[in-house]
């Protein structure tokens, strides 16, 4: 079964800061990893996605992740933190088999931007 | 691409009573997924189709929910005797094509029971 671990459910940051996280998963197959952002009473908007290929991957707003295999791991990264990147986050990976499309989410990390 | 949409946003209502939720998803997304998410954790499948075919139910869909997509394009989830733990926020995604490709998500249906 695959599933998904963010370390941290709360990251506090000061603004223009490094923003960092973390997010492991688990997969007995190859993964489709993804990175989603939600704001207060509102749907998951997509940040980024590894698929195959390039193991960094950018995204929206400035965000990027890069994909460790040997760490399982699927880290999101932004240089600068700006005070609308407050919002909780949420990793997941799609299961491969039959190539649903179904993601399997990690609990997310509620990201605070300090002025 | 006016993005999936969800009615109603809110819905209050008292435990035992029937409800139903409604979901537009992108005109030419084939697939249309169901995910339930409680405060402070990440949303979690309830059910997924492709067309108008039902192809997976989590073990978290139990008898009082049933979800229908009769035409292939818009779907419904009905939660029968609602009880207080059905209180959540219920969103509705849908994706084009080919599994893994991204999800788009609604803003969702948040349910109250009291």
């Known amino acids: 079964?695959?599933?998904?671990?963010?370390?941290?459910?709360?990251?506090?940051?000061?603004?223009?800061?490094?923003?960092?996280?973390?997010?492991?998963?688990?997969?007995?197959?190859?993964?489709?990893?993804?990175w989603y952002v939600q704001y207060p009473n509102q749907g998951l908007q997509l940040l980024l996605k590894y698929t195959t290929?390039?193991?960094?991957v950018k995204g929206i707003n400035g965000f990027e992740a890069e994909f460790k295999k040997s760490e399982t791991s699927f880290h999101l990264t932004k240089p600068s933190a700006h005070m609308s990147d407050a919002a909780e986050y949420f990793c997941a990976v799609s299961t491969g088999s039959g190539n649903t499309g179904k993601l399997i989410f990690g609990q997310g990390t509620t990201l605070q931007v300090k002025p | 691409d006016t993005?999936?949409?969800?009615?109603?946003?809110?819905?209050?209502?008292k435990r035992g009573q029937n409800v139903t939720f409604r979901c537009d998803p992108i005109s030419e997304h084939n697939r249309l997924y169901w995910y339930?998410?409680?405060?402070?954790?990440g949303p979690e499948f309830l059910t997924y189709f492709q067309n108008?075919?039902?192809?997976?139910?989590?073990?978290?869909?139990?008898?009082?929910?049933?979800?229908?997509?009769?035409?292939?394009?818009?779907?419904?989830?009905?939660?029968?005797?609602?009880?207080?733990?059905d209180s959540a926020m219920y969103l509705c995604a849908s994706s084009f094509g080919q599994g893994n490709s991204p999800l788009h998500f609604g803003n969702g249906t948040r349910l109250t029971v009291t």
Not at chain 1, 14 to 20: C, D, F, K
């Open chain 1, 1 to 34: 079964a695959q599933s998904v671990t963010q370390l941290g459910s709360h990251v506090s940051v000061s603004e223009g800061a490094l923003v960092l996280l973390r997010c492991n998963y688990s997969s007995s197959v190859p993964p489709y990893l993804f």
């Open chain 1, 53 to 56: 290929g390039a193991t960094l």
């Open chain 2, 3 to 13: 993005g999936v949409s969800q009615d109603p946003r809110h819905k209050i209502t």
């Open chain 2, 36 to 41: 339930r998410q409680t405060l402070g954790q």
């Open chain 2, 52 to 85: 108008e075919a039902q192809l997976e139910k989590s073990r978290l869909l139990s008898d009082r929910f049933s979800a229908e997509r009769p035409k292939g394009s818009f779907s419904t989830l009905e939660i029968q005797r609602t009880e207080q733990g």
